[in-house]
């Protein structure tokens, strides 16, 4: 589990300036695209896992995803 909270506006407006949709970067983090939206929302948070692969996917860094003084 993932230890700090990824902040869902952050995410939403990375994939979106990388103009994906929500399916392209479930189908990237291997998860589903509810899981995405409910990240982006505030609902739920992710595993490492899914994390590092939602990171990878839009070439981002801690700073870019998680909610202020949870950057490593």
Known sequence: ???QTVDGAK???L???AR???AALAEQAKCSRWHIYGIETGRWQCSGEVYD???EALDADDDDLLE???AA
């Open 1 to 3: 589990m993932l230890s």
């Open 11 to 13: 995410l939403r407006s």
């Open 15 to 17: 994939r979106e300036a």
């Open 20 to 22: 994906m949709s929500v």
């Open 53 to 55: 692969l939602i990171k």
């Open 68 to 70: 202020e003084g949870d």
